[in-house]
Nanobody, 124 residues
């Protein structure tokens, strides 16, 4: 079983940047495609970005394309999300998740393990 621990959340002004990390306590980190999801109050959980096992393929939700970058360091068992040009609409709890699929999936139902979440608040 993979345990995932997010870090890096916080408060930032609109237009600013934040970086999230997700540490996996599992040496088989490379067996999993990874994703970042977010959920704002009163809204459904949405996929922000996904990355394949090797890191060679990435995909993004339409609302963050060109602003967010997902990456991974398999040697460190860590997933990252660099967020630039943040907007108040990006305010949400952000989760990392692991999927047994070869490539990432935009569907939350394809993910088997989830972190506890970290709050991102973007002020206007």
């Amino acid at each position: 079983q993979v345990q995932l621990v997010e870090s890096g959340g916080g408060l930032v002004q609109a237009g600013g940047s934040l970086s999230l990390s997700c540490a996996a306590t599992e040496r088989t980190f490379t067996y999993y495609a990874m994703g970042w999801f977010r959920q704002a109050p009163g809204k459904e959980r949405e996929c922000v970005a996904t990355i394949s096992r090797s890191g060679g393929r990435t995909d993004y939700g339409d609302s963050v394309k060109g602003r967010f970058t997902i990456s991974r360091d398999n040697a460190k068992n860590t997933l990252y999300l660099q967020m630039n040009s943040l907007e108040p609409e990006d305010t949400a709890v952000y989760y990392c998740a692991a999927s047994g699929k070869l490539s990432g999936s935009l569907s939350e139902y394809d993910y088997d393990y989830w972190g506890q979440g970290t709050q991102i608040t973007v002020s206007s």
